[in-house]
């Protein structure tokens, strides 16, 4: 009779057999390899400091937090894994291509080495960092939820951003900073803060639009039971 009624005290989520699931999964992984290739760049806004992968990376938080908020962790971690799965197949597919014979016409190899090298240095650092990252935030989601079930939806989204994107920021600049040429301790500072404090006033920003996605679904999804 206890366990029956603990059971009945945590929090409901939807099953992955639906439409939005896969979805979802796939605007993630494609999110974490477009942000992964763009921050081969190191950009400069007077002293600040970052890279091209601060355009589009801040969203895969908000699908990290619509897929753990709706589908729990497991299938959160899911998604994780497949997203780090592709990415490897990128980095190998990349250099697959670094060692094919190259066209007589073709004059962009050292380019491309060295794009593909910087790259290989980021997917480490990205993976170590988004593997960090995304666990904590799902997990703080799940955690939080656990505790208040559909109240405060904001603490969850902002609670988990603030972990999730403090340990990945710290791991990715780690390993990423040298890959983009940063090599003083003051750069590598500046590169991490603003990295951290970006990704995580974006976040803020786009709660509104991270309610309705969150909201929209939980609707639509015939599976999702609301926790009470």
């Not at 206890?2 to 796939?26: I, Q």
């Not at 990128?90 to 050292?110: H, I, K, M, R, S």
Request: net charge neutral.
């Amino acid at each position: 009779m206890t366990d029956a009624l603990a059971d009945t005290d945590e929090p409901s989520f939807a099953k992955v057999g639906s439409a939005y699931y896969p979805v979802l999964v796939a605007v993630f992984t494609a999110l974490v390899i477009i942000s992964n290739v763009t921050a081969t760049k190191g950009v400069a806004f007077g002293p600040i400091l970052t890279d091209g992968g601060f355009i589009v990376f801040p969203l895969t938080y908000v699908i990290g937090d619509v897929l753990s908020e709706v589908y729990g962790f497991k299938a959160a971690r899911r998604a994780i894994i497949l997203g780090f799965s592709m990415n490897v197949l990128a980095a190998l597919a990349f250099w697959v291509t670094v060692y094919l014979p190259a066209a007589d016409f073709y004059e962009n190899q050292a380019a491309l080495e060295n794009v593909v090298g910087a790259y290989t240095q980021l997917i480490v650092a990205g993976l170590a960092g988004f593997i960090v990252g995304q666990t904590l935030n799902a997990w703080v989601v799940v955690a939080i939820k656990q505790r208040t079930k559909e109240k405060h939806l904001w603490a969850r989204l902002v609670g988990s951003t603030f972990a999730g994107q403090l340990g990945d920021t710290l791991v990715f600049c780690a390993i990423a900073a040298s890959a983009i040429g940063i090599t003083t301790f003051r750069d590598f500072a500046v590169y991490t803060a603003l990295g951290w404090l970006y990704k995580t006033a974006i976040e803020v920003v786009m709660l509104p639009i991270t309610y309705r996605v969150i909201g929209h679904i939980k609707q639509r999804e015939p599976t999702y039971q609301p926790a009470v």
